[in-house]
């Protein structure tokens, strides 16, 4: 009750109303000297503006402001092109034809008519059975062409074997592929057109 009375007195002397000298007097006398009924302006109480904002996070873990300086880019990786995609996929074996199959969307029948036609390498190698196991961080080109404006370059689709983990029943694989890459042919055991797609260019 009593900071409810000096709230008002407060109020009153703030308005410029009444100026009153609260130290010397006690309040009780304060109001008493008032004479409320008898004052010829009608008092007006101002309450005093309290304004709050409350922050809330929605979650409860802290948010890092300075993440901004944490992220590294590389302007120079081949990983960040825009013709590249990071696919996973579940199967039965390391097989090149199966992951092929799995990371290209491509028929087995056609693996099998590319490998006949010498345009898959591992490593930059030709194999020599399709059976041929992957391993960890292998790349696979599929030879396309030629490149008409340098013949020293070749288009290839490349898979990249970025993780291999097993399973109980089926092995995941996470690849990096590229549908349309240009290259330079290969050092060792370049790459030559067959005779049949000279005649058809």
């Given at each position: 009750m009593n900071s409810l009375w000096r709230r008002t007195t407060i109020a009153i002397l703030r308005n410029g109303?009444?100026?009153?000298?609260?130290?010397?007097?006690?309040?009780?006398?304060?109001l008493y000297n008032l004479n409320i009924?008898?004052?010829?302006?009608?008092?007006?109480?101002?309450?005093?503006?309290?304004?709050?904002?409350?922050?809330?996070?929605?979650s409860k873990k802290q948010k890092d402001l300075d993440s901004d300086d944490e992220q590294d880019v590389y302007e120079d990786d081949a990983s960040l092109s825009r013709d590249s995609k990071v696919l996973k996929f579940n199967t039965t074996s390391l097989r090149a034809d199966v992951v092929l199959?799995?990371?290209?969307?491509?028929?087995?029948n056609k693996i099998e008519q590319v490998f006949y036609e010498s345009k898959i390498r591992v490593n930059g190698k030709k194999i020599m059975?399709?059976?041929?196991?992957?391993?960890?961080?292998?790349?696979?080109?599929?030879?396309?062409?030629?490149?008409?404006?340098?013949?020293?370059?070749?288009?290839?689709?490349?898979?990249?074997?970025l993780n291999i983990v097993a399973k109980e029943e089926s092995i995941?694989?996470?690849?990096?592929?590229?549908?349309?890459?240009?290259?330079?042919?290969?050092?060792?055991?370049?790459?030559k057109a067959s005779s049949n797609e000279d005649s058809n260019e």
């Open positions: 109303l009444v100026k009153l000298d609260i130290r010397a007097k006690s309040l009780h006398s304060a009924q008898n004052a010829k302006k009608p008092m007006t109480f101002c309450p005093l503006n309290i304004s709050y904002i409350t922050f809330r996070n929605k199959k799995s990371a290209l969307g491509v028929s087995r059975k399709k059976s041929s196991p992957i391993k960890l961080g292998s790349e696979i080109d599929v030879i396309k062409s030629i490149s008409p404006h340098n013949p020293d370059h070749l288009y290839v689709s490349r898979v990249e074997v995941a694989i996470t690849v990096r592929r590229f549908k349309n890459l240009l290259i330079e042919n290969y050092e060792i055991d370049p790459y």
